[in-house]
């Protein structure tokens, strides 16, 4: 609105200073008026009254005092003379209304008759007795006591004088005030023009609109405040710019940890989260059933009971945290506004894969301990029985030593087989890439175990439609790899089983498959088979004079890896057991 403009309240302001004096102006410049209008008419009629009294004093013909005094006289005013014989004689007047001079004026009025009494001067407004006439009268005595001269005017003749007189002023006023408004707005629009061009400047600004300039018109005060707008434009430009480019490195390095990040208020409101923390919160939703709206953006209630214990003992908080099969830490410390606490940040470090391999190496450090344990016993036992000639025949002897000798073959077979699991973990595994014929290279592995699974009773055969492929592999990998499927497979399968291979090169990759009718692997034993030192003891009844170490399958699978291939099992117990793996072409 207008007047709630800095135009209007300048213009309004300068218009009621300006009205304000006026009307102070105009109260005193009536009376002056006023006043000076009394006194003149007065004045005037006074030096009438003096003319004619010299007249009457200095002239003995009455005919030429009363023509002459017609003469002097203002024609809107009466003369009257009083001789010293108390004759009176009235001159006339072109006011009807002005009444007649009477001798009962001087007489009710006692300072008209010390005129005569006192030979004194006389001004007086007076309101004519036995009427509503109101004259103004002044007299004056005949010198050497002749008598006195009256003059006298209608006061309606001062009035109409000042109303005229009033006109004139307020006319005056008016201009002033119609010139003081056309004024005001032409000075408040000429000040308060850069101001309303710095306030949509402002408006720029909010809208970020940073390059805004405020043009620079004078070099006054409104000239000096445009520069300073001008120099904080630039200011907030390089303020916020380099606020955002802060923002948007923490929100890169926030959102690039791995761990996550969670900025709460005091009222359990999440400000920032980054996608770690959302999966766990995620997590925390499933696992506790609760629904979550989109606007929404609180805190779990759990969480949110420790977020108020941090910001109560203004203490950091460190949770462990179980969700949905991984284990969650949580660090909470209090954010600080000052020596006010704010709200407070939570880290989240999913410790799953920590806590898995802290199992892995305690599972390790048991099951070498437990795998050597064995033919170090053994080792000894044999080697004492020998040493204190328990075995008395030769044959005894030698089956002992040939005891000792398979023991030390495991163990050495266990040592050399950790060395390649360990460099192939730590990615130090090289591949010898050979060129090899499909069919032969698998007849040959076929041939070599067709002693065992006869010994066995176990149906061995190779299922291929492959006569003319070539594939690229590590030629000596691969086949320890098959060695550990297809001895695995016949070790788990009873008299009268069978092991198929399946052998298929298609879409430019070697699939492989080792079915047995083996007992199976238990489901929930199925996720670990391809773990160090995994045996299916449990369910599987092995031939006790060929143990295996545990360590074949996670070398089968790190080598197939190593081909940039994968291998899966599916296994059903006390039916059997089938490996698959695939290796694509490397050249």
């Known amino acids: 609105m207008f007047w709630r403009s800095v135009v209007g309240k300048l213009a309004v302001t300068i218009l009621l200073?300006?009205?304000?004096?006026?009307?102070?102006?105009?109260?005193?410049?009536?009376?002056?008026?006023?006043?000076?209008?009394?006194?003149?008419?007065?004045?005037?009629?006074?030096?009438?009254?003096?003319k004619v009294s010299i007249m009457v004093n200095q002239y003995h013909s009455e005919d030429l005092i009363h023509e002459t005094t017609d003469r002097v006289k203002d024609a809107s005013s009466r003369v009257a003379i009083i001789y010293n014989d108390g004759e009176v004689w009235v001159s006339g007047s072109n006011n009807e209304d002005l009444p007649a001079f009477k001798l009962d004026w001087v007489d009710s009025d006692e300072n008209l008759s010390q005129v005569i009494a006192s030979d004194q001067r006389v001004k007086k407004q007076i309101t004519v007795p036995d009427s509503n006439s109101k004259i103004m009268i002044v007299g004056t005595p005949v010198d050497n006591g002749n008598g006195a001269v009256y003059v006298y005017q209608s006061l309606d003749v001062i009035d109409q004088t000042k109303a005229e007189t009033t006109k004139i002023i307020f006319l005056a006023a008016g201009i002033a005030i119609i010139l003081t408004t056309v004024f005001a707005f032409f000075l408040s629009t000429r000040i308060t023009s850069p101001l309303i061009k710095m306030r949509e400047a402002a408006?720029?600004?909010?809208?970020?609109?940073?390059?805004?300039?405020?043009p620079i018109l004078t070099h006054d005060e409104i000239g000096e405040l445009a520069m300073a707008f001008n120099r904080m434009g630039r200011q907030l430009k390089f303020h916020i710019n380099a606020l955002r480019q802060e923002k948007e490195q923490l929100a890169s390095i926030v959102s690039s940890m791995a761990d996550g990040v969670i900025t709460l208020?005091?009222?359990?409101?999440?400000?920032?989260?980054?996608?770690?923390?959302?999966?766990?919160?995620?997590?925390?939703?499933?696992?506790?059933?609760?629904?979550?709206?989109?606007?929404?953006?609180?805190?779990?209630?759990?969480l949110n009971m420790i977020l108020k214990s941090v910001i109560k003992d203004e203490?950091?908080?460190?949770?462990?945290?179980?969700?949905?099969?991984?284990?969650?830490?949580?660090?909470m410390t209090p954010l600080y506004d000052q020596t006010y606490v704010r709200g407070a940040v939570a880290v989240i470090r999913d410790m799953t894969e920590e806590r898995r391999l802290d199992?892995?190496?305690?599972?390790?450090?048991?099951?070498?301990?437990?795998?050597?344990?064995?033919?170090?016993?053994?080792?000894?036992?044999?080697?004492?029985?020998?040493?204190?000639?328990?075995?008395?025949?030769?044959?005894?002897?030698?089956?002992?030593?040939?005891?000792?000798?398979e023991e030390s073959l495991r163990m050495g077979r266990l040592v050399n087989e950790l060395l390649d699991l360990?460099?192939?973990?730590?990615?130090?595994?090289?591949?010898?890439?050979?060129?090899?014929?499909?069919?032969p290279y698998m007849k040959r592995i076929i041939k070599k175990f067709k002693g065992v699974s006869l010994d066995r009773k176990i149906d061995l055969s190779l299922e291929t439609t492959i006569t003319d492929s070539f594939i690229?592999?590590?030629?000596?990998?691969?086949?320890?790899?098959?060695?550990n499927l297809i001895d695995n497979a016949i070790r788990h399968t009873n008299e009268g089983g069978f092991v198929k291979v399946s052998v298929e090169v298609k879409d430019e990759a070697l699939y492989v498959s080792v079915e047995d009718s083996g007992s199976g692997i238990?489901?929930?034993?199925?996720?670990?088979?391809?773990?160090?030192?995994?045996?299916?003891?449990?369910?599987?009844?092995?031939?006790?004079?060929?143990?295996?170490?545990?360590?074949?399958?996670?070398?089968?699978?790190?080598?197939?890896?190593?081909?940039?291939?994968?291998?899966?099992?599916?296994?059903?117990?006390?039916?059997?057991?089938?490996?698959?793996?695939?290796?694509?072409?490397?050249?």
Not at 22 to 40: C, M, R, V
Not at 268 to 294: C, R, S
Not at 422 to 439: C, F, P, S, T
């Open 315 to 331: 203490d950091p908080a460190i949770h462990e945290i179980s969700l949905q099969g991984r284990n969650w830490v949580m660090i």
């Open 265 to 302: 208020n005091r009222n359990g409101d999440m400000i920032v989260t980054n996608p770690p923390a959302k999966q766990f919160l995620e997590g925390w939703h499933f696992e506790y059933q609760e629904q979550v709206k989109e606007s929404q953006n609180q805190l779990p209630e759990e």
């Open 203 to 214: 408006f720029d600004l909010t809208r970020g609109e940073f390059n805004t300039k405020v």
């Open 472 to 483: 690229y592999i590590d030629l000596d990998r691969m086949e320890q790899v098959f060695t």
């Open 422 to 439: 360990a460099r192939m973990e730590a990615g130090h595994i090289q591949l010898n890439i050979e060129k090899v014929d499909v069919y």
């Open 359 to 405: 199992k892995l190496r305690k599972d390790f450090i048991a099951n070498v301990s437990h795998e050597l344990r064995t033919p170090i016993s053994m080792l000894q036992g044999y080697s004492e029985a020998i040493v204190d000639d328990i075995a008395e025949s030769k044959e005894d002897k030698n089956e002992l030593a040939k005891i000792i000798h």
């Open 17 to 50: 200073l300006v009205s304000f004096v006026l009307f102070i102006l105009t109260i005193f410049l009536l009376e002056f008026f006023e006043n000076f209008h009394i006194e003149e008419a007065e004045e005037d009629l006074l030096q009438t009254a003096t």
């Open 522 to 587: 238990p489901e929930e034993d199925i996720p670990f088979v391809f773990e160090r030192f995994y045996k299916a003891d449990k369910s599987r009844k092995r031939n006790r004079k060929q143990k295996g170490t545990g360590l074949g399958l996670s070398i089968a699978k790190n080598i197939i890896e190593a081909h940039e291939g994968t291998i899966t099992v599916k296994s059903k117990l006390d039916i059997g057991t089938a490996f698959t793996f695939n290796i694509p072409q490397i050249k």
